[in-house]
């Protein structure tokens, strides 16, 4: 079964610091991979997703993320960190094809705090 | 968030007693999702529906079931509430198409149940 794990269940960063969550996952066969944003007490926003193609990844709010197969992991980045960045992050995952393909696994998720 | 309304947003309710959470949608989109987010364990898939009245079952079902009688509504019910089933719910819909990179799922802004 598909599994993705986020290292690190709490992050902390200087306001202008780099922003790095990493995400790995297990499949031998490369899945979607999504990153989802949630600001307290909200639901989830999706920030990007990577199917097919170009590796690295842009999405909204300043952030991208690299697909490295090699290595299994979806990282997500952002070169320089605001106040408005601090939320929970999840890294999901589906495989795309095949009996419930359609199903998101999530990783437990990864709070990012801003230091000012 | 999407067209995708959650009620109630708040529930405090007794060990024992029936719940239903309603999850209503105005995307038309034909799958379905219900989570429960609790801290340590992200998000965990309790059922989907891929249809009206094509349901099954998630990750941890038990405990629970649901109904979709038309498109736009997808219920979640405890039938005996306990008080390991206090979490947060959301629901999440995503529309079906060829084109797999475009089944994203998007969430609603989540139930807040406590089961006391």
């Known amino acids: 079964a598909q599994s993705v794990t986020q290292l690190g269940s709490h992050v902390s960063v200087s306001e202008g610091a780099l922003v790095l969550l990493r995400c790995n996952y297990s499949?031998?066969?490369?899945?979607?991979l999504f990153w989802y944003v949630q600001y307290p007490n909200q639901g989830l926003q999706l920030l990007l997703k990577?199917?097919?193609?170009?590796?690295l990844v842009k999405g909204i709010n300043g952030f991208e993320a690299e697909f490295k197969k090699s290595e299994t992991s979806f990282h997500l980045t952002k070169p320089s960190a605001h106040m408005s960045d601090a939320a929970e992050y999840f890294c999901?995952?589906?495989?795309?094809?095949?009996?419930?393909?359609?199903?998101?696994?999530f990783g437990k998720g990864t709070k990012l705090s801003v230091i000012p | 968030d999407a067209g995708i309304t959650q009620s109630p947003r708040h529930k405090v309710t007794e060990t024992g007693t029936p719940v239903t959470l309603r999850c209503h949608q105005t995307?038309?989109?034909?799958?379905m999702y219900w989570y429960r987010q609790d801290p340590g364990h992200g998000l965990r898939l309790i059922h989907y529906?891929?249809?009206?009245?094509?349901?099954d079952k998630g990750e941890v079902s038990d405990g629970y079931s649901v109904s979709r009688s038309k498109t736009e509504d997808f219920l979640l019910t405890l039938e005996s509430a306990t008080s390991s089933q206090t979490s947060v719910y959301f629901c999440?819909?995503?529309?079906?198409?060829?084109?797999?990179?475009?089944?994203?799922?998007?969430f609603g802004a989540g139930t807040r149940l406590s089961v006391l």
């Open positions: 999440a819909i995503s529309e079906r198409s060829m084109d797999l990179a475009k089944n994203i799922q998007y």
């Open positions: 999901a995952a589906h495989r795309g094809t095949g009996a419930g393909s359609y199903q998101l696994t």
């Open positions: 995307e038309n989109h034909r799958y």
């Open positions: 499949s031998s066969v490369p899945p979607y």
């Open positions: 529906s891929y249809g009206v009245k094509d349901t």
């Open positions: 990577y199917t097919t193609g170009a590796t």
